[in-house]
């Protein structure tokens, strides 16, 4: 979960969190570098009294200050494009999950058992130990160590469901029905928020998942 003290992203929990965090590590490397030489670059040139006639104006120059931006692109792009097509993967779930927003609530339908389907409400009891604008009345409870699929769609306006822990944040759109795949490897409590700007209470339909072992969610189902 994101305190204040947070910088940087919270610690992953899905596979597909973990390759998010080496891409942004790789990409902010290679801007610091960037940004480093061209600061010192800078510094050079405004302290440098002598003038070289061919910097402003020759092939030579112009032929690196274009190749050595593409080679960076290729180490931003390859693995950028890749990881695209891991979060847009999704071979053989165990789990399939039906999510559709609200204004301003989520309601949650396990496709692959009966009559297992509920309301999400964000959590108004002040008074129990709970987390203030990130726990709900009913939580989404998922097997850990499972590959799990939800089908993500709205009744009213735009609305995104979104886990930061599992680096997934899918719209939900009226008329259109949205996929996302994620892999639960740790059990514990995950919050996430809406994250598209829905109306007067956007900032009041939480999410919150837990994340149990397999044995305890067959007797989870069993009694509902």
């Known amino acids: 979960m994101a305190t204040w003290s947070n910088l940087m992203f919270q610690n992953s929990s899905s596979p ?23 600061f010192y670059m800078m510094i050079t040139l405004y302290k440098n009294k002598f003038m070289n006639m ?28 890749y990881l695209l097509y891991l979060l ?42 709970t987390f203030r604008l990130l726990d709900v009345d009913n939580r989404l409870i998922l097997p850990m160590k499972f590959q799990i699929r939800a089908l993500i769609s709205s009744y009213d306006v735009i609305h995104a469901w ?3 822990a599992f680096g997934v944040k899918v719209d939900a759109m009226p008329g259109r029905l949205n996929q996302c795949s994620f892999f639960i490897n740790r059990p514990g409590l995950f919050f996430g928020q809406c994250s598209e700007i829905c109306g007067a209470n956007h900032s009041f ?15 989870w189902v069993n009694s509902n």
């Open 162 to 164: 979104t886990i930061p």
């Open 88 to 129: 847009d993967e999704s071979k053989s779930p165990t789990i399939t999950l039906k999510i559709m927003g609200h204004q301003w609530y989520w309601s949650y339908e396990y496709s692959d058992f009966k009559n297992i389907e509920f309301d999400s409400y964000l959590n108004n009891d002040s008074t129990s130990q």
């Open 205 to 219: 339909m939480p999410i919150t998942v837990e994340s149990i072992n397999l044995k305890t969610f067959i007797n």
């Open 16 to 38: 597909l969190m973990e390759k998010l965090i080496f891409f942004y590590d790789n990409t902010m490397l290679i801007v610091t570098l960037i940004v480093t030489f061209i």
């Open 54 to 81: 061919y910097l402003i104006d020759h092939q030579s120059v112009e032929f690196i200050w274009t190749v050595i931006p593409s080679f960076f692109l290729i180490f931003i792009g390859f693995p950028s494009i």
